[in-house]
């Protein structure tokens, strides 16, 4: 899609927001500075009567759900949130979770038909009605020849057209954000676009997802914080994705919470702890954890289903998030500051002790508080102040990492409102400080390092030598045996020390 029509969405999008009264709504008037309280005077007048029925967050819902799958995807972050955007406002965009229009029945059987390349009924015993419908695909539920009951997952028909359509849309409006709005250049607002853009487009390979729910339910099934649907590998397809039936009620129902049993709290510590575990000891996590994603059962079992978005995180990056949330659980806020400069996150020319000072302003609030007494919203705008003032950048390789800590603090504190997240957080953190920053863990990784640095060496020697004429020096044996035994000795403690340590 072109330039001019990506721009031509781009106007249709803020119209449809302003006709559903929905882009700065009338019944936030009272709050809203007086230069932005003309401009909504203004847009008051372009809405209908009828498309101004109902709450804020319902007509945000549903002109989201009209703009289509990157706009229902932001829906479905804010309505994590209900500590920043109140709780009435977020369930009101819920809906956007898993209650989405389904598309017929009879197509579905056929999508499922041509992706798998043979009739409906070599695999299924029965093919039921959608149960769930999401921004790109739906559920049904179906039962295998072998009795087993399954979900199987279809992607909408023409899905993959407007993800590209919306793909364009975003991409405008980032580059438009990024030249108008200085302070926003910061965050890297086309960074950003392209990270959720290129997650959005892996999620339209169903066979994506089915490897990726494999890999994460060997990765959860040793912790057992959280489960994960066993594959039918025979129903997988690029169109459709069939799992064995999830145990339990869906978090996004009322009933998830009312089971006889539930321990509300055991639930919401599962669920910071399985996401933790997955980034920090294997650095592959789930990352699209809202409600609609989560099924729960007495007393505090958590199932997950929906992994079409696969966030990684490389050594580095792990270890830079255990120091910091260890700093945090801590109160050292001059570790915390070290990490950021020392992961680059914030430019070197500033000073770490100020730094640190400033976390301490936003950190200490926090301690010794519940939840229900912590704003969100205003922790959010101290941070954003604070970083702002230096320079912090957003980091795009920690984009999806940052918006599902975002959505599963939030999902955690609707499970239990009054859940302390650092506390949820320590047991995890702590296992991975002591096994990774311990003196032994130090030893094997100069021991790797070490392995590392002789095997470049080794590939430099039997590079073959640029043809240059120089002189010819005399063979030197002792300058050779040197490096022989150098070399010797290096690998051979290297050895030793990853042998005792392993």
Not at 2 to 15: D, E, K, N, T
Not at 219 to 239: F, I, L
Not at 244 to 265: C, F, I, N, T, V
């Amino acid at each position: 899609m072109g330039g001019p029509a990506a721009f031509g969405r781009l106007i249709g999008a803020g119209w449809t927001l302003a006709r559903n009264d929905a882009l700065l709504p009338r019944e936030l008037d009272a709050l809203y500075p007086p230069a932005v309280r003309s401009a909504a005077g203004l847009l008051h007048l372009l809405s209908g009567r009828q498309a101004r029925e109902g709450r804020p967050g319902e007509r945000l819902a549903r002109s989201l759900e009209r703009l289509g799958p990157v706009a229902i995807k932001l829906g479905q972050l804010l309505s994590t949130r209900a500590d920043i955007i109140g709780a009435e406002f977020a369930e009101d965009l819920s809906r956007l979770k898993d209650r989405l229009a389904p598309f017929p029945t009879d197509l579905a059987r056929r999508e499922v038909e041509l992706s798998l390349g043979r009739p409906i009924g070599d695999l299924f015993e029965s093919f039921g009605e959608a149960v769930a419908g999401a921004s790109l695909a739906q559920a049904h539920e179906a039962r295998l020849i072998d009795g087993r009951r399954v979900a199987v997952k279809v992607l909408r028909p023409g899905i993959a057209r407007r993800v590209a359509a919306d793909a364009e849309v975003l991409r405008l409006a980032a580059r438009l954000v990024e030249g108008w709005s200085i302070p926003a250049r910061r965050l890297e607002p086309r960074a950003f676009a392209e990270t959720v853009i290129r997650a959005t487009e892996l999620e339209l390979d169903l066979r994506l997802e089915a490897a990726g729910a494999d890999e994460l339910g060997e990765v959860m099934g040793q912790d057992g914080y959280m489960a994960v649907p066993k594959v039918v590998w025979d129903g997988v397809g690029k169109r459709v994705l069939t799992l064995e039936w999830a145990q339990g009620e869906p978090l996004s129902s009322a009933a998830a919470l009312e089971q006889e049993g539930l321990d509300r709290r055991g639930l919401a510590d599962n669920l910071i702890r399985a996401f933790l575990a997955q980034a920090l000891d294997h650095g592959v996590f789930h990352a699209d954890l809202h409600e609609g994603n989560l099924f729960a059962a007495a007393p505090a079992q958590l199932m997950a289903v929906d992994f079409g978005i696969i966030g990684r995180l490389g050594a580095d990056e792990r270890r830079y998030l255990a120091e910091i949330l260890w700093g945090f659980l801590e109160r050292d806020y001059e570790r915390v500051a070290r990490v950021h400069f020392e992961a680059g996150y914030v430019p070197a020319k500033h000073s770490v002790a100020a730094f640190a000072q400033a976390l301490r302003a936003v950190g200490e609030p926090l301690f010794g508080r519940a939840a229900s007494q912590v704003s969100m919203s205003r922790v959010l705008t101290q941070l954003f102040e604070i970083t702002a003032i230096y320079e912090m950048r957003l980091r795009p390789e920690l984009v999806l990492l940052q918006k599902t800590m975002m959505t599963v603090e939030g999902v955690a504190r609707r499970i239990y409102p009054d859940h302390d997240i650092w506390a949820a957080a320590d047991p995890v953190v702590r296992r991975w400080i002591l096994r990774e920053l311990s003196p032994a863990a130090r030893i094997r990784r100069f021991a790797g390092e070490a392995l590392d640095a002789l095997q470049a060496i080794r590939k430099l020697a039997q590079a073959p030598a640029p043809a240059v004429v120089v002189p010819v020096a005399p063979p030197n044996p002792g300058g050779a045996l040197l490096w022989f035994a150098v070399g010797a000795v290096v690998s051979g403690l290297a050895f030793v020390a990853a042998t005792l340590l392993r």
